[in-house]
């Protein structure tokens, strides 16, 4: 139990993505790491915009959809141990403006993609696999759903 | 919708001088545009307000915040990095895991919710639990301890850091000492009474102690009774669960303390979270639960009780009374006032907040305190009338269960409660409630002045001080500490992740020199860690910095 | 909206030399030898910044040297990057602009 707490919030991860200038953060850092794979010697441009789209996608899989629980102790005995940090976002109230950004994000990103590796067939296929990986576990019918148990404690 | 950054955010058109129209109630916020292009909120409601009401809370600069979300980023990339080495045991692991037997039971331990304590608060973890080895007035002892394997174990030195200045003990009127008055009644009540009751008021430990303070408190805060317990926080937590039920409605407000949301839990009814200090939401909801009443069977809710505190500690905010009791009368709510930090600290006299804005006692139902903060002592207090007072002492798990008050304690606080009201024939405690009073000015001002970000009410002793950044937190405490200033930093989780600040604790024992070797080591250590963030731009007080829609758990 | 501006770091040049060793101030710059200290000064102040706002300044000396080299490497091969392909791209950006003023003028003429 936090005895000194500045909010009664039970679940403070609830309101992180909507904190003042988290998604400037957010866009900056994908900014940043595009940046940064573009200065890698002998890399060509199409393969950096994968690149990105690739590390993007599956930096948000990992920390969005794979890792469960809250990282500090919440005083509600661990009523969110086992939801994602996407559902657990606003209580699991669905269409709310941080979703609705981080879902249009990858998809910006997927078009900008696209158009950068000229269409390339590899390129697609690995692009578009990964767009779904993202875009598949923010759907509001597959909210807690663990499919074939992975993932489940 | 928000409205717009310099709109008015009143409901009906307002006069130039903010009067009200022929004297009925209004909610509305006039704006004054104050020289220097600084808006200034003042509220002043005609007939509700008899004083300016100045709160203020800056917006966080943009690239604070970036920076702060970089800074956590990096602090969780090596968390997770150090988490893997400790797992494959490249690294000796310092925090608790099950035997080697039990690994294939259910963890007993959740490591994961151990994350930010490991990773984060333990980098920074000398600057809590600090021990002190003195009385806690305006200067205190500290135990000085180091640690050689980056704040897993501590070892003493031996050495004790004298005469550090002490920002941050609830010690608003300064009557944390060891000698005078207040000390040397305690010790005679100590001789007479010993120091345990071994008893609870109910069965054999009343004793006559607690009567007499009982008696005094209920005319100290000007009602018809009250009842003393031994734990500040056991008073909320034990007593809300006596009042209200399943059935009943809770409005709380979103700031309020541990253990005013740990009673309302417990009382398993239905609570409802209004924004802070907003009367526009606090209405809102008063307004649905009488026209709608309860959630699936429509019927009315047995009672409704507003929960609010005199001060927030973490936000140095007073509460808008005034206009609370007024809504309060129109819907024909109960209200539940906290006034552990306001007791003693507001008001002309000492009496809080009831005090502060002029108001009747009998306007709040039940007024309740703490003796920890101004009175130098420990316990807490329900005041109200007789009949509240008669139920909640066969009704309250704490008059029933905990032990009483320890005597000499009592003596304590009716010591010092009579200090205050003046009837020890001195005028000291008069002195000590203007003296915090000016300190509190002077000291706000002058932080302001220096350009930190400072959040609150002008009025209230508690000064959180804007940090937002996660090393900061660290680097502050500890500097202040290098240069003899004591202070108290909180970051998050306790705080939103990018307000984290340090509070400091204004009191009466504070003299100017003091005062002025604190903020001039601020100032330098402001300088050192570029802390000095405001712009000036104050917040219209309707568009704090929290989201327009807030989500709350749906009740199961 | 996005509201941000960097500050100016007026106040590590006013007459506070900055120093986490000793806690001497020294506020006299008359004499030339003290311009080399103070720019050394200024300069250990600038770091301590960089640590404190990107929390190495909590991190342990090894992963403060980890931290240290990520970034410097990652630095270097953007500066490195930038010297080499901006010309070409403002070039080739300025072509381009030039041929569609070209192209308004040869309508307008």
Known sequence: MNVGTAHSEVNPNTRVMNSRGIWLSYVLAIGLLHVVLLSIPFVSVPVVWTLTNLIHNLGMYIFLHTVKGTPFETPDQGKARLLTHWEQMDYGVQFTASRKFLTITPIVLYFLTSFYTKYDHIHFILNTVSLMSVLIPKLPQLHGVRIFGINKY | ?556 | MLHFRLRTETSGMDCQPFSLITRDRLCNLEEPTMDFRHVKNYLSWLYYQYQIISCCAVLEPWEQSMFNTILLTIFAMVVYTAYVFIPIHVRLAWEFFSKICGYHSTISS
Not at chain 2, 324 to 351: C, F, M, N, Q
Not at chain 2, 489 to 497: D, H, L, M, N
């Open chain 2, 1 to 556: 919708m928000r409205p717009a950054p310099g709109g008015c955010c009143c409901r009906r058109p307002p006069r130039p001088n903010g009067c009200v129209a022929n004297g009925e109630v209004r909610n509305g916020y006039v704006k004054s545009s104050a020289a220097a292009g600084q808006i200034h909120h003042v509220t002043q409601n005609g007939g509700l307000y008899k004083r300016p009401f100045i709160e203020a809370f800056e917006e966080t600069p943009m690239l604070v915040a970036v920076l702060t979300y970089v800074g956590y980023g990096v602090l969780t990339l090596f968390g997770y990095l150090r988490d893997f080495l400790r797992h494959w045991r490249i690294e000796k692991c310092h925090h608790a895991t099950e035997r080697e037997e039990q690994k294939d039971f259910v963890s007993l331990y959740q490591d994961f919710e151990n994350f930010y304590t490991r990773n984060l608060y333990m980098r920074i973890r000398d600057n809590w639990n600090r021990p002190i080895c003195s009385v806690p007035g305006a200067r205190v002892d500290i135990m000085e301890r180091q640690s050689q394997d980056y704040n897993w174990s501590f070892k003493y030195t031996g050495n004790v850091i004298k005469g550090v200045i002490n920002m941050g003990s609830y010690n608003y009127l300064g009557f944390a000492r060891n000698t005078g008055a207040c000390q040397e009644a305690a010790a005679k009540v100590l001789e007479d009474y010993g120091v345990g009751v071994c008893s609870t008021r109910q069965e054999i430990g009343n004793l006559d102690k607690h009567e007499e303070l009982e008696k005094l408190v209920a005319r100290f805060l000007g009602v018809e009774a009250a009842m003393a317990y031994g734990m500040g926080f056991a008073t909320n937590s034990m007593n809300i669960p006596a009042l209200v039920g399943k059935g009943c409605l809770i409005l709380s407000d979103e700031l309020n303390h541990a253990s005013l949301v740990l009673g309302a839990r417990l009382s398993g009814a239905t609570i409802r979270v209004f924004k802070h200090n907003n009367m526009q939401s606090l209405e809102k909801l008063l307004k649905d639960a009488i026209v709608y009443g309860q959630p699936r069977t429509r019927r009315p809710w047995k009672k409704i009780l507003i929960l609010v505190e005199g001060i927030y500690s973490m936000e140095g905010s007073i509460v808008r009374l005034p206009e609370v009791i007024a809504l309060k009368k129109k819907y024909k709510a109960y209200l539940y006032l906290d006034e552990a930090h306001s007791i003693g600290a507001l008001g002309p006299t000492g009496r809080g907040v009831v005090d502060y804005f002029g108001l009747d006692p009998e306007d709040v139902d039940v007024m309740m305190g703490t003796f920890t903060k101004s009175f130098g002592a420990s316990g807490g207090y329900i005041g109200g009338r007789k009949e509240l007072v008669r139920y909640l002492r066969t009704h309250s798990h704490s008059a029933v269960y905990a032990a009483s008050l320890s005597p000499p304690v009592a003596e304590q606080i009716v010591t010092s409660m009579k200090c205050i009201m003046g009837q020890d024939g001195t005028t000291l405690g008069k002195e000590c409630v203007q003296q915090l009073a000016e300190n509190t000015r002077y000291f706000r001002r002058r932080l302001k002045e220096m350009g930190f970000i400072i959040y609150g009410n002008e009025d209230s002793p508690v000064v959180p001080l804007m940090l937002y950044m996660p090393a900061k937190i660290g680097a502050f405490g500890r500097e202040m500490l290098k240069r003899n200033v004591g202070v108290v930093v909180v970051g998050f989780p306790a705080t939103p992740i990018i307000e984290s600040r340090a509070r400091f604790c204004l009191s009466a024992a504070h003299t100017k020199e003091i005062l002025d070797t604190a903020l001039k080591e601020i100032d330098e250590v402001g300088d050192l860690l570029q802390l000095k963030y405001s712009r000036h731009r104050l917040v219209p007080l309707l568009d704090r910095p929290f989201d327009e829609t807030t989500y709350e758990e749906t009740e199961d």
